[in-house]
T-cell receptor, first 116, second 113 residues
Framework: AQSVTQLGSHVSVSEGALVLLRCNYS??????LFWYVQYPNQGLQLLLK??????LVKGINGFEAEFKKSETSFHLTKPSAHMSDAAEYFC??????????????FGTGTRLLVSP | DTAVSQTPKYLVTQMGNDKSIKCEQN?????MYWYKQDSKKFLKIMFS???????INETVPNRFSPKSPDKAHLNLHINSLELGDSAVYFC????????????FGDGTRLSIL
């Protein structure tokens, strides 16, 4: 069964520092992976997705993620954190894509805290 | 211009009441979803509709009844509300396809007194 694990419920960085949010997946088929961001009192916004092809995926707001099959990982990074990046980040895998009855299975989320 | 819109944004009511949440998308998508986010921020799918037909029902209690009058709308009706129903409910939509991303509304925060 497809699932994702996010390591660390909270990550704290200083403004300008590297952001690294970890996500490991479990899937018996080639996975479709997503990162979403949730700002306070808002819905989820797609940051980026991996389907097939290039393993380094670039998203919005300067974020990128690298799909590593050997490590079953899809970690999210940003070279330099901004205060505005403070939010909750969710990794998700799409389940059922091959049948058409698709749904997103989310990790437990990681709250990113950015200090001045 | 809002792609996926939900109403109301906040819903405060008493145990035992019946309430509805409405969702509309103007993206031309043919698949819509309801997700529940609990107090620990955990998100889980409840239902999925494709072209007005139910395709996923994730063992949600019968008190929850989704209704899709057309493919742009998916409403959620909840009967006999319980304390455990307190959560944020998100509507989402996507094109049907292997890796089509889902677009989310801003959520409806339901609080049961």
């Amino acid at each position: 069964a497809q699932s994702v694990t996010q390591l660390g419920s909270h990550v704290s960085v200083s403004e300008g520092a590297l952001v690294l949010l970890r996500c490991n997946y479990s899937s018996s088929v080639p996975p479709y992976l997503f990162w979403y961001v949730q700002y306070p009192n808002q819905g989820l916004q797609l940051l980026l997705k991996y389907t097939t092809g290039a393993t380094l995926v670039k998203g919005i707001n300067g974020f990128e993620a690298e799909f590593k099959k050997s490590e079953t990982s899809f970690h999210l990074t940003k070279p330099s954190a901004h205060m505005s990046d403070a939010a909750e980040y969710f990794c998700a895998v799409m389940k059922g894509a091959e049948t058409g009855f698709q749904k997103l299975v989310f990790g437990t989320g990681t709250r990113l805290l950015v200090s001045p | 211009d809002t792609a996926v819109s939900q109403t109301p944004k906040y819903l405060v009511t008493q145990m035992g009441n019946d309430k509805s949440i409405k969702c509309e998308q103007n993206l031309g998508h043919d698949t819509m979803y309801w997700y529940k986010q609990d107090s620990k921020k955990f998100l889980k799918i409840m239902f999925s509709y494709n072209n007005k037909e139910l395709i996923i029902n994730e063992t949600v209690p019968n008190r929850f009844s989704p209704k899709s009058p057309d493919k742009a709308h998916l409403n959620l009706h909840i009967n006999s509300l319980e304390l455990g129903d307190s959560a944020v409910y998100f509507c989402a939509s996507s094109q049907r396809g292997r890796h089509q991303p889902q677009h989310f509304g801003d959520g409806t925060r339901l609080s049961i007194l």
